[in-house]
């Protein structure tokens, strides 16, 4: 565990406590700090466990898996959020398939340049991405207008817009507590790759 607050052990935890770090153990039956960071405030961490799995892994979500992780990858690099970061894109480049395609997409994130390896609703989603990330304020009705032109239709532009929301928030909680990994099992996908 480590952040720059204090988190709860399992151990030290009283009962209230208890059923929320139930609620938010991973496959692999650990809580990762993410969510421990917030052990002080069991309801928040509660809040963060229902946001996140309605965010990023609902069943009712039409966006292909790969690209929800890769989008919430690239939040976290425009964030500069190394926690994030490490999770989601290894997520992403296991969801991917082809390590040498995953390897170029994460340069172009890196580099900031999605249009050189995505076009097409993809690279709308990025260009979509990147400006709510880092000018919420100059958002307009043209962004949401590239997106419908590009295909997506308004159910799968709302997935997109929660996931680079919630991004948003979380890589802002762990940069500001000084959440690290060290401790967890980084990747949703760890457990059958090890």
Known sequence: MSAWIRMIS????????KAVLDLART??????NVMRVHSLRPNTMKGHVILYRAALHD?????PMWLQETISSYVSILNDCP???ANHWKNAAHLIGDPERAEKIRAALDARTPETVFDGAELELMRYA????????????????????AGLD??????????????????RLLNGLGVSTAGDIVGYYAETED
């Open 27 to 32: 496959p692999h039956g650990t809580v990762d």
């Open 130 to 149: 990147e400006k709510l990330t880092v000018g919420p304020g100059k958002m307009e009705r043209a962004d949401v207008l590239a997106l419908k032109n």
């Open 154 to 171: 308004d159910g799968q532009i709302l997935e997109a817009n929660q996931i680079i929301g919630y991004f948003n928030y979380v890589n």
């Open 10 to 17: 399992d151990e030290e935890a009283d009962e209230d406590l």
């Open 83 to 85: 926690y994030s970061l």
């Open 59 to 63: 069943e009712a979500n039409t966006l």
